[in-house]
Structure formats: structure tokens, C-alpha cells
């Protein structure tokens, strides 16, 4: 039940959101365990950019204190690589999670990285 009204917020928050390669949607999925964050372009439908709490040199890395933590540094790494590729303006696609606990992680961890939305 959770899980379609997660869907329900989703469809109805995407409506209004649209990436561009100017200003693509930094779009966050939230499993129990991982964390995932892309950068999309809509126009094109393509993936720009992707972090992952999955990806080898996070899990090289000790353990993280908690999943918020592992949450913000998979925001700082997505940040940082969007920098690098000239992005500083995203818009933020919470894909119907509350803005809160990890999800919130990843956008301050963004934010601190240089990204602007």
C-alpha cells in the first residue's frame, strides 16, 4: 500500500518537473539498504550522471555510522562529479519520498558539493 501511494506522490510531483542539459533533475531512489541519485535530461531521456551506494569505492571505504551518513557522502560524490562536468543548477526530484532522514542527506550533501536548487 505504501508503495502505491509513493507512486501516486511521484506521478503527481513529475507532472511539474522537467530536466534539461542546462538544468537537469537530480532524481533519488531509496531502496531499505542503498541509496541511489541520477541526473537526468528529460528532453533527451538520458542519464547524464549516477552515484550509488553500491559503487566500489564507497564500499571500499569503512563502514558509515548510519545510512544517513552513507546518504550525504553518495550526495557529495554526485556534487562533486556534476561540478566537474560544468552543472551547477539541478532540480531536485524527492520521486515521492518525504524530504526527510536520506533523502535530505543527499540534497545537503549536493548543496555542499556546489550544486544549486
Given at each position: 500500500m505504501d508503495q502505491i501511494l509513493r507512486i501516486k506522490r511521484k506521478k503527481r510531483i513529475r507532472k511539474n518537473l522537467?530536466?534539461?542539459?542546462?538544468?537537469?533533475?537530480?532524481?533519488?531512489?531509496?531502496?531499505?539498504?542503498?541509496?541511489?541519485?541520477?541526473?537526468?535530461?528529460?528532453?533527451?531521456r538520458r542519464t547524464?550522471?549516477?552515484a550509488s551506494s553500491t559503487e566500489?569505492?564507497?564500499?571500499?571505504l569503512p563502514p558509515?555510522?548510519?545510512k544517513t551518513k552513507l546518504a550525504k557522502h553518495v550526495g557529495?560524490?554526485?556534487?562533486?562529479?556534476?561540478v566537474?562536468?560544468?552543472i551547477k543548477r539541478v532540480i531536485f526530484?524527492?520521486?515521492?519520498?518525504?524530504?526527510?532522514?536520506?533523502?535530505?542527506?543527499i540534497a545537503d550533501g549536493a548543496?555542499?558539493?556546489?550544486?544549486?536548487?
Open positions: 522537467s530536466g534539461t542539459l542546462d538544468q537537469p533533475r537530480l532524481s533519488v531512489y531509496r531502496s531499505s539498504k542503498h541509496i541511489y541519485a541520477q541526473l537526468i535530461d528529460d528532453i533527451e547524464i550522471l549516477s566500489k569505492d564507497i564500499k571500499a558509515f555510522e548510519s557529495e560524490i554526485i556534487g562533486k562529479r556534476a566537474e562536468k560544468g526530484d524527492r520521486n515521492g519520498y518525504m524530504y526527510h532522514g536520506r533523502v535530505k542527506a548543496r555542499e558539493s556546489g550544486l544549486v536548487f
